[in-house]
């Protein structure tokens, strides 16, 4: 049974940062593309950030040089370290993880960003 884990979210000043961790099981990590979506209220689930079996990683425009996202094989956890936080980046942000056809999900973590 794959189980992916978001922690990390929480309140946080405009400047701030924040580490949001994906612990997943049943799914490696290192073997399947993994992605952070971000959602906030009244609009549509939008990508953040994704990293790929060999490492590579692509990004939203919107977060390019300030997130990044990276792969920690051995505790089979992707993490996104999210700084200079705006206002606008508030939400809950969700990991995932395609496997094949199969995309899985976690129940997200709420990033609340103050001015």
């Known amino acids: 049974q794959v189980q992916l884990v978001e922690s990390g979210g929480g309140l946080v000043q405009a400047g701030g940062s924040l580490r949001l961790s994906c612990a997943a099981s049943?799914?490696?990590?290192?073997?399947?593309?993994m992605g952070w979506f971000r959602q906030a209220p009244g609009k549509q689930r939008e990508l953040v950030a994704s990293?790929?079996?060999?490492?590579?990683?692509n990004y939203a425009d919107f977060v390019k040089g300030r997130f990044i996202i990276s792969r920690d094989n051995a505790k089979n956890t992707v993490y996104l370290q999210t700084n200079s936080l705006k206002p606008e980046d508030t939400g809950v942000y969700y990991c995932?993880?395609?496997?094949?056809?199969?995309?899985?999900w976690g129940q997200g973590t709420q990033v609340t960003v103050s001015s």
């Open positions: 995932n993880a395609y496997e094949g056809l199969t995309i899985y």
């Open positions: 049943g799914i490696l990590a290192s073997s399947n593309v």
């Open positions: 990293i790929s079996r060999s490492g590579t990683t």
